[in-house]
């Protein structure tokens, strides 16, 4: 069964740098979607950005555009997320999700809907504060 972890969170200043890992174990990441998904202080859980089994295409919401990247690395079982310009509204609680994909055209998907994710990690909190 996949399992997920997700590390690197931490408290950074604004116009800060951060980069989130999720290190999954049980079954390899190069056959799932991933989504980062976040969830502010009483506010809903929101999607931040994605990435197709495949690599091929990428999601990022405008919140997080031109800021964030994602990026796996299937050796390593591993998928980054590189967090730059900091801003005070990123803070949130930080969770990784994956989706295994099965036809090609899934493979080259990702979407950017926590409904469509089946395992979840435990969650990184990340606060950016001066």
């Known amino acids: 069964q996949l399992q997920l972890v997700e590390s690197g969170g931490g408290l950074v200043q604004p116009g800060g740098s951060l980069r989130l890992s999720c290190a999954a174990s049980?079954?390899?990441?190069?056959?799932?979607?991933i989504g980062w998904f976040r969830q502010a202080p009483g506010k809903e859980r929101e999607g931040s950005l994605c990435?197709?089994?495949?690599?091929?295409?990428?999601f990022y919401a405008d919140s997080v555009k031109g800021r964030f990247t994602i990026s796996r690395d299937n050796a390593k079982n591993t998928v980054y997320l590189e967090m730059n310009n900091l801003k005070p509204e990123d803070t949130a609680v930080y969770y990784c999700?994956?989706?295994?994909?099965?036809?090609?055209?899934?493979?080259?998907?990702?979407?950017?809907?926590?409904?469509?994710?089946?395992?979840w990690g435990q969650g990184t909190q990340v606060t950016v504060s001066s």
């Open positions: 990435i197709s089994s495949s690599g091929g295409s990428t």
């Open positions: 049980g079954s390899t990441l190069a056959a799932y979607a």
């Open positions: 999700a994956a989706k295994m994909t099965v036809t090609t055209i899934a493979r080259g998907l990702c979407v950017m809907t926590s409904g469509f994710y089946d395992y």
